[in-house]
Every structure is written in structure tokens, then in C-alpha cells.
């Protein structure tokens, strides 16, 4: 039976390439929205989603962590994945004569400054990956696309320009969600675990509510608020911290966080990937 892992994007988007590296034997299953890539794991259509939730020069993806926590699904694992983005045109064509360049408009503003010395106009597009296939559908020299190299070999572009952003570390992190949660321990480094809380309505709540990782010397790596539902006086919390919930400082830490907060969700608990440190 194929096991399939569901992404949002066409066949060649970043979300892809992040299938193919840490699910090598998964079937991608493009998806048009997170949403749908969700619902396709919680529906049964596939397996595994892979979620973008963050990148190192354009931040966190809008809505994502909004969406996790009503999803009903469970983070087992991560990955980083180096975004290295290629000017694609159709084969034959010469740098000079590229005009113009689509792309998503996050993919854009990652690379102003090569798209400037060239005098190359961007041009929104839905996606990256959808973008190589207009340019490739289109036929026309003077329009090129923004993408992976995946993508090019996918819609049969040629790569005129390689690595062209404007930051080498470029790194998007992403999720591998599953139905089930995962917490059996695996690898040698350390686990993550991560969770939403909304703090009560107390002064210094959030300071009491954090002092128990920090006395239990529990390192947290995340911590991030958003607004839940358009209320100015609702805030969540994002949280990752180094650690596996079964641990003593991590039973201690979280027994002193439900003291001051009045919902905690575990989105769950799984490897720290190898490239963490250095991307």
C-alpha cells in the first residue's frame, strides 16, 4: 500500500522538497491550501502533512499556529530545509533577455537585490512551483519564474541563475503532522516538544507561568503570542521547549504552568532535527 504525505503547493513548491528529504518513501500529495493538506491527513487521504510554520528571513507563516492547535492532528517530527531559489526560464533562453519574474510574493522579497542588478520585474504569482508551470505553459523567454530546482526539472525549464537570494541561510522550518501522537524517544539528540497555552487573567501571569521551565532548567527554544479570534484580550501562546514530557523537570514544569493558565494543548513531542542549530 503507498503511503502518501500530504503538502501545500503544486509538485515542485518548497513543501515538496521538504517530502522528499525527510519522507523519502512517501508519495507527495499536493494540496492548494494548509487547510487542505489537514483535512487531507484527517480525513485518511493521506498520511502525514508537511506544514510550513517558519522562515529565517520572512518569519513565521501567517495562520499556521492558529491552525495547529484546532487541527486534531499531532507533530511527530521536523525539518529545515535550505531554500535556495533559481531563476527558471524556458530552455534556451539567456539571462539578458528575461524581463520579467513570478513568483509567491514571500519568494520575491527574498531576493530583491539580484532581481535589481538585472533589471528583472516580479510579478506575483500564486506559488512558486504554479509559477514555473504558467512560465512553462507560456513559452515565452522574457518571463521566467522563481523556484526550487525540483520545479524546473518537473515542468522542463532551464536554470539560469542558481541561489540567487539575498541571505545563504536562508531555512524554512516545517512540521510533519500526523493523527496519532508520537512519543516514543528517538535519536541520540534532543526531543522537542511544543504547545499552546493562554495564560488567566492575573497580573504577571505569563512571568509565573515561564518561571517553572526556567527553575527546572528546561531550555525554551519558541515562544510566541498571537490573537485568538480577533480579541484584543485573548492571547495564545506558542510555546517549544528542549525536552520530552516525560521527564521529572518537565512533569514539574508543566504541573506549575496549569497553576496559572486556563487551557494548555500538547501538539506534541518528537526530534530535534540536526540542521536546528546551524540554520
Excluded: W
Amino acid at each position: 500500500m503507498t503511503r502518501s504525505i500530504a503538502f501545500q503547493g503544486e509538485l515542485g513548491a518548497y513543501g515538496h522538497q521538504a517530502c522528499v528529504q525527510a519522507r523519502p518513501d512517501f508519495t507527495p500529495h499536493p494540496c492548494t491550501t494548509f487547510e487542505d493538506a489537514i483535512s487531507a491527513v484527517r480525513n485518511g487521504d493521506a498520511e502525514l502533512g508537511m506544514i510550513a510554520v517558519e522562515n529565517s528571513t520572512y518569519g513565521r507563516v501567517a495562520d499556521v499556529h492558529s491552525l495547529l492547535p484546532e487541527s486534531g492532528l499531532k507533530i511527530v517530527d521536523e525539518t529545515f530545509v535550505r531554500v535556495h531559489i533559481n531563476l527558471l526560464a524556458v530552455p534556451g533562453t539567456r539571462l539578458e533577455q528575461v524581463k520579467t519574474a513570478m513568483s509567491h510574493t514571500v519568494l520575491l522579497g527574498q531576493c530583491r537585490t539580484f532581481l535589481k542588478d538585472h533589471a528583472i520585474r516580479p510579478l506575483t504569482g500564486i506559488d512558486t512551483a504554479g509559477s514555473a508551470a504558467l512560465v512553462a505553459q507560456a513559452g515565452e523567454p522574457s518571463a521566467a519564474a522563481l523556484a526550487s530546482e525540483l520545479a524546473g526539472e518537473i515542468y522542463g525549464l532551464d536554470v539560469l541563475a542558481r541561489h540567487i537570494e539575498d541571505f545563504d541561510n536562508n531555512t524554512t522550518r516545517f512540521l510533519v503532522m500526523a493523527r496519532d501522537a508520537d512519543l516514543s524517544r528517538r535519536g541520540d539528540g534532543p526531543m522537542i516538544t511544543s504547545f499552546v497555552f493562554r495564560v488567566r487573567n492575573i497580573p504577571a501571569a505569563l512571568y509565573k507561568a515561564m518561571g517553572g521551565f526556567a527553575t527546572n532548567s528546561i531550555n525554551m527554544t519558541k515562544l510566541e503570542s498571537y490573537m485568538v479570534g480577533g480579541d484584543f484580550t485573548a492571547t495564545q501562546f506558542y510555546a517549544d521547549v528542549e525536552g520530552h514530557p516525560e521527564d521529572a523537570n518537565m512533569l514539574r514544569a508543566f504541573e506549575e504552568l496549569e497553576h496559572f493558565t486556563d487551557e494548555i494543548i500538547m501538539l506534541g513531542t518528537y526530534p530535534a532535527d540536526p540542521r536546528r542549530i546551524g540554520a
